[in-house]
């Protein structure tokens, strides 16, 4: 079992739709929550991280975090086809050696 | 405020050869982590360095080796290259170790393919 388990898809949905991509990890020491969009053929780029449990809202993007089931989530609202993107999840843990264990991805298309 | 450059964008060799990725960081940051991407999988940790010293190292033999300049710039090194190195290979920089990768930068990428 890997440490960090996120479905490839893809997700294909309408443009304005609620889109909700998740990930479940094993390892309880992380306590850093990344959300990264990466473009085909270029690097990722962080969206938004939390720090331990709860939410976090940036714009049309929300990032949860549920530390019990060992669950994070990132919706998008009003989802647009510039969002196309592969998504991945990432986590580290605050005291060993903060590097980051990435999920594989989602790959979400938004068709007008 | 000059982002993460990565050289080559594409690379073709030979099983066998060598090949040496070039990475600079973003002005400020003293940090910088090589990552192993291949296709349809998210990026794995090959090292990482700071301040010239190598500061982690993920599951990756020792043919992977690094070095890092003073101005931060930093090269991933590859020798003897086997097929199942072919990947997108990213740099990211940050401003300080220990962020946990909630401050790092990356580059594009160089796609090598080996043959």
């Known amino acids: 079992q890997k440490e960090v388990e996120q479905d490839p898809g893809p997700l294909s949905v309408p443009e304005g739709a609620i889109v909700s991509l998740n990930c479940t990890y094993s390892?309880?020491?992380?306590?850093?929550f990344m959300w990264y969009r990466q473009y085909s053929r270029k690097g990722p780029e962080l969206l938004m991280y939390t720090y331990s449990s709860g939410n976090k809202e940036d714009g049309r993007f929300t990032a949860q975090v549920d530390k019990s089931s060992k669950y994070i989530s990132l919706f998008i609202r009003d989802s647009q086809p510039s969002d196309s993107a592969t998504y991945l999840c990432?986590?580290?843990?605050?005291?060993?050696?903060?590097?980051?264990?990435f999920g594989r991805g989602t790959s979400l298309i938004v068709h007008p | 405020e000059t982002g993460v450059t990565q050289s080559p964008t594409h690379l073709i060799k030979t099983r066998g050869q060598q090949v040496t990725l070039r990475c600079s960081s973003q002005s400020g940051h003293n940090t910088v982590s090589w990552y192993q991407q291949a296709l349809g999988q998210g990026p794995q940790f090959i090292f990482q360095y700071y301040r010239e010293e190598e500061n982690g190292r993920g599951n990756f033999p020792p043919r992977f080796s690094g070095l890092q300049f003073p101005n931060y710039s930093s090269e991933l090194n590859v020798n003897a290259l086997e097929l199942d190195d072919s990947a997108l290979y990213l740099c990211?920089?940050?401003?300080?170790?220990?962020?946990?990768?909630?401050?790092?930068?990356f580059g594009q990428g160089t796609r090598l393919t080996v043959v």
């Open positions: 990432a986590m580290s843990d605050s005291g060993g050696s903060y590097i980051p264990t």
């Open positions: 390892n309880s020491a992380f306590q850093y």
């Open positions: 990211a920089s940050s401003p300080y170790v220990g962020t946990g990768g909630t401050e790092a930068f």
